[in-house]
């Protein structure tokens, strides 16, 4: 089974900035796709970002342009760079990994804009 663990969360103005970071205990990282989600409060879990084991990447129309997904397989680890971030980014962010027969989550790690 793999565990996930996400940090990078915070506090951050309008405009700023957060890199966030999904480290994973897979013996073989390399072939899970990896799903970035958020959920803000009152609303339902929605899909961000992913990227798959050969480096294909996708987002949501809402954050194309600013977030970028990227993985290094060397450190069993996903990154979610968010930029020109905004009030309504505000959520708590969870990582996901996925591969036929095998899901998991992270506890999440709460981002907040706000001025």
């Known amino acids: 089974q793999v565990q996930l663990v996400e940090s990078g969360g915070g506090l951050v103005q309008p405009g700023g900035s957060l890199r966030l970071s999904c480290a994973a205990s897979?013996?073989?990282?390399?072939?899970?796709?990896i799903r970035w989600y958020r959920q803000a409060p009152g609303k339902q879990r929605e899909l961000v970002a992913a990227?798959?084991?050969?480096?294909?990447?996708s987002y949501a129309d809402s954050v194309k342009g600013r977030f970028t997904i990227s993985r290094d397989n060397a450190k069993r680890t996903v990154y979610l760079q968010m930029n020109s971030l905004k009030p309504e980014d505000t959520a708590v962010y969870y990582c996901?990994?996925?591969?036929?027969?095998?899901?998991?989550w992270g506890q999440g790690t709460q981002v907040t804009v706000s001025s």
């Open positions: 897979a013996t073989i990282f390399s072939i899970y796709t």
């Open positions: 990227i798959t084991s050969g480096g294909s990447t």
């Open positions: 996901n990994a996925f591969r036929p027969g095998v899901t998991a």
